[in-house]
């Protein structure tokens, strides 16, 4: 896909259509790096931010337990093996 390079003041820019925009996760900011004369765009938003403060306020309220048996009672009962 081609895309024109329009003038914006001093700067440059391009158009990003809605459908690539939705796909690559673009919110409100991304990220610019230029690697071989490539101008590389990513999203600004990594995957799992944020976890790391939520699993200690989990901690805080001793939330983060792991589940180490499954009840596996609907199997026995409900499900018939063949």
């Given at each position: 896909?081609?895309?024109?390079?329009?003038?914006?003041?001093?700067?440059?820019?391009?158009?990003?259509?809605?459908?690539?925009?939705?796909?690559?996760?673009?919110?409100?900011?991304?990220?610019?790096?230029?690697?071989?004369?490539?101008?590389?765009?990513?999203?600004a938003h990594q995957a799992?931010?944020?976890?790391?403060?939520?699993?200690?306020?989990?901690?805080?309220?001793?939330?983060?337990?792991?589940?180490?048996?499954?009840?596996?009672?609907?199997?026995?009962?409900?499900?018939?093996?063949?």
């Open positions: 896909m081609k895309a024109a390079i329009v003038k914006i003041g001093n700067s440059r820019g391009i158009r990003i259509p809605k459908p690539i925009f939705t796909q690559c996760g673009f919110e409100k900011e991304v990220e610019l790096q230029v690697h071989d004369n490539q101008l590389v765009i990513r999203s799992r931010e944020g976890w790391d403060e939520a699993f200690k306020a989990m901690s805080q309220h001793g939330d983060d337990a792991l589940i180490d048996k499954i009840d596996s009672s609907w199997d026995d009962s409900e499900w018939e093996w063949k």
